[in-house]
């Protein structure tokens, strides 16, 4: 399974929000591998020095080991979310986030002994730091499935109105100066790019004008109406207002016609706005269900 990493964290389904924790957790991860089994204490440590330079190196392959599993996290909530897809979802969490970092930390090390002229075999690394290497990923794994389940358990109260769940039927644009509220019924189409989400009307001539809200697309799509608005791709969900005509794509797809269009005629489009009209080839068939009504 291959996860594009610009794709994965441009608009995470869970917005963990934990960069500092993770360089925390980090530089917790590293303090205690350079402690374990040490005969001296931690303030006679300081005073080494040596121990700034082997508290560095244990750093950065913590953090690369700990953003490792964060990324793949991201990329598994998108394609296999706990609720719906439990083994599938526990089975590529234990496979990508912790058997394959713990096989990358073991030949890292074995690498190390190596160059120093070593087998890793013969020395107490399996016994003693990659024991304890072992139990720091699992611990990770663990954070972020219970980060996730906490963050998802609120979900649904932050994403629908206090009316029995009912569609949203504003949404307010905050701006620098002031707060606009949008019908939805206005709204044409949502779309997604370089991480932030805009709204376009019927009455925005034109793209560049079009107003960036709050959250993210998998907020929008579960707070609108399904039957008035649909998601054709990761970028873009569009009013059925909005779609002109279609027809077949490229592997697939389909490609819209818009209402208003992102560009008129003749105009070039940028290369990061080419799919802003392209139903996805896994969505083809749900989209000519909607659009029947």
Not at 19 to 38: G, P, V
Not at 71 to 95: A, E, Y
Not at 173 to 182: F, G, I
Request: aromatic residues 12%; charged residues 20%.
């Amino acid at each position: 399974m291959a996860f594009g990493l610009k794709r994965l964290i441009e608009e995470p389904v869970v917005n963990y929000n934990d960069f500092y924790l993770r360089i925390a957790m980090s530089i917790a991860a590293s303090q205690i591998l350079l402690m374990y089994n040490e005969q001296v204490t931690f303030f006679n440590l300081l005073l080494q020095p040596g121990y700034y330079l082997s508290l560095l190196g244990s750093f950065l392959i913590a953090f690369l080991l700990v953003n490792y599993i964060y990324i793949v996290t991201i990329g598994l909530d998108k394609n296999f979310d706990w609720k719906n897809h439990t083994t599938k979802r526990l089975g590529w969490q234990v496979l990508l986030g912790f058997a394959i970092p713990a096989l990358g930390a073991f030949l890292l090390a074995a690498l190390f002994f190596a160059v120093n002229r070593m087998n890793i075999l013969q020395t107490t690394y399996l016994d003693q730091d990659y024991t304890i290497i072992l139990i720091m990923l699992l611990i990770v794994n663990l954070y972020y499935f219970g980060l996730n389940s906490f963050l998802l358990r609120d979900e649904p109260s932050k994403e629908t109105d206090n009316n029995n769940g009912a569609s949203k039927e504003v949404i307010v644009v905050d701006t620098p100066l002031r707060s606009v509220p949008v019908k939805t019924l206005s709204i044409r189409y949502l779309y997604l790019l370089e991480g932030h989400v805009f709204l376009r009307t019927e009455e925005i001539t034109s793209l560049s004008d079009s107003l960036q809200i709050s959250g993210n697309l998998k907020k929008y799509e579960k707070i609108l109406d399904s039957q008035q608005f649909f998601r054709i791709n990761r970028q873009v969900i569009v009013s059925f207002d909005a779609c002109g005509s279609f027809t077949p794509g490229k592997n697939k797809t389909l490609v819209l016609t818009l209402n208003p269009p992102p560009y008129p005629n003749g105009n070039p489009v940028p290369k990061e706005h080419e799919r802003l009209c392209v139903v996805s080839e896994d969505r083809v068939a749900a989209f000519r269900q909607w659009i029947k009504r």
